[in-house]
């Protein structure tokens, strides 16, 4: 059964520094992987998707990486901004590219 | 482009009533996939249906079930609710048979139920 795990769970840092989002994954049998950000009680935006056949994606500030040998997968965010807490949910599509199986989520916290 | 929408925003019922929710696809996707999230966890997949089918269902009980409308808009029900249904139900839109979509699934902004 395919797990997904975030770390850290919570996290704070202040204005302009970069950061790294973890996420792994127990079956590295995936169709894609997902990177979203959530606010508070709304629905979930999507940032990047990764093919299983692709080591990284880039947009903006953002970048994520995907080691599929290893079950891992990283969401870099580049000079953080207050505007950027959130929380932050990686999300593996099974193989058969219906299911997304999602971590709990890291909740970012950028202070002014 | 016309994004993914859900309705109502918010809900509140009684335990053993039931419920519908209702969500509007992305223009041009034809698959909808459902979605509960409880507080402070992730969303866990409830169904999914693509061309009227389901099309794959994850660990949730017969009383949860769903339709897909020929313009790809979708319902969820829930039968006899339980205090634990309450929860944020979110829908995802995508499309299935596209090689350059590779299935991304767009949310809506959800639906907020209450079960007292």
């Known amino acids: 059964k395919q797990e997904v795990t975030q770390i850290p769970a919570a996290l704070s840092v202040p204005e302009g520094e970069n950061l790294v989002l973890n996420c792994s994954f127990t079956?590295?049998?995936?169709?894609?992987l997902q990177w979203f950000r959530q606010d508070p009680g709304k629905g979930l935006t999507s940032l990047l998707l990764?093919?299983?056949?692709?080591r990284e994606q880039t947009s903006g500030r953002l970048n994520a990486s995907l080691d599929k040998s290893s079950g891992r997968s990283t969401l870099y965010i580049a000079a953080s901004q207050p505007g950027d807490s959130a929380t932050y949910l990686c999300?593996?599509?099974?193989?058969?590219?219906?299911?997304?199986?999602f971590g709990k989520g890291t909740t970012l916290s950028v202070s002014s | 482009e016309t994004g993914v929408t859900q309705s109502p925003t918010h809900l509140i019922k009684t335990r053993g009533q039931q419920v519908t929710l209702r969500c509007s696809s992305q223009?041009?996707?034809?698959?909808v996939s459902w979605y509960q999230q409880a507080l402070g966890q992730g969303p866990q997949f409830i169904f999914q249906?693509?061309?009227?089918?389901?099309?794959g269902r994850g660990n949730f009980p017969p009383r949860f079930s769903g339709l897909q409308f020929p313009n790809y808009s979708s319902e969820l029900n829930v039968n006899a609710l339980e205090l634990d249904d309450s929860a944020l139900y979110l829908c995802a839109s995508s499309l299935a048979g596209s090689r350059a979509s590779y299935n991304e699934q767009f949310f809506g902004p959800g639906t907020r139920l209450t079960v007292l």
């Open positions: 079956d590295s049998a995936i169709y894609n």
């Open positions: 990764i093919q299983s056949s692709q």
């Open positions: 249906y693509y061309r009227e089918e389901e099309n």
């Open positions: 999300a593996v599509t099974n193989q058969a590219g219906t299911a997304l199986i």
């Open positions: 223009s041009g996707h034809n698959t």
